[in-house]
């Protein structure tokens, strides 16, 4: 079975610009989680996507955004990027059921100069 | 208090030992329970889940939860070079819409 795959999985922008991160998810899951890993904060919660709606949110400005479509595929935008957004950025899926089990994908990692 | 604490490391010990990794969460109503395993540069890889109380073993590793305690560890038997990692605890928290939240890591050094 095919894991959470991400893309890209490197990408430098420039501040100011905007961003768009693509994971699909494994066969089978309708649930895709989004995290923002850096050295100083962990593994940061941004917003959860079940069945194509947004079920959980970090506490994240209004910046960040997504989206889940009908085949379970999620896309995260982050909008007017800040030097503090390089990250990597991290989303995990699972059945969405009580069970939380979730698998990573490897991550798109986000460089803002 | 933070929802889910574990000490940060480094935890160093020689190949062949028992590696004793500890996990604290806040919340008594916490259901699920996950060890993920994080190497430099990767991303983190699930190891072991655990919904009851009790020990649970699956090859070298052994999760141990202790509802009562708000407590959860991962024990890892004859600790190899390549288990050296940053292993992180995560769990539900219900006040949070039973997202997971997961602790900052441990780092785990074994010495050859």
């Known amino acids: 079975k095919a894991g959470v795959t991400q893309t890209p999985r490197y990408l430098i922008k420039t501040r100011g610009q905007q961003v768009t991160l693509s994971c699909s998810p494994i066969s089978g899951h309708r649930s895709v989680s989004w995290y923002q890993q850096t050295p100083g904060q962990g593994l940061q919660f941004l917003f959860e996507?079940?069945?194509?709606?947004?079920?959980n949110k970090g506490n994240f400005p209004g910046r960040f955004s997504g989206r889940q479509f009908s085949n379970s595929r999620s896309e995260m935008n982050v909008s007017t990027l800040e030097l503090g957004d390089s990250a990597l950025y991290l989303c995990a899926s699972s059945f969405g059921d009580s069970s939380y089990e979730q698998y990573f994908g490897p991550g798109t990692r986000l460089t803002v100069t | 208090q933070k929802e889910v604490e574990q000490n940060s490391g480094p935890l160093s010990v020689p190949e062949g030992a028992i590696a004793s990794l500890n996990c604290t969460y806040s919340d008594r109503g916490s259901q699920s329970f996950f060890w993920y395993r994080q190497y430099s540069g990767k991303s983190p890889e699930l190891i072991m889940s655990?919904?009851?109380?009790g020990d649970k073993e699956d090859g070298r590793f052994t999760a141990q939860l202790n509802k009562a305690s708000q407590y959860v560890s991962l024990l890892i038997r004859d600790s190899q070079p390549s288990d050296s990692a940053t292993y992180l605890c995560?769990?539900?928290?219900?006040?949070?819409?039973?997202?997971?939240?997961f602790g900052a890591g441990t780092i785990l050094r074994v010495k050859s």
């Open positions: 995560a769990v539900n928290i219900r006040e949070y819409g039973n997202k997971l939240v």
């Open positions: 655990i919904y009851s109380n």
């Open positions: 996507y079940f069945s194509e709606t947004q079920r």
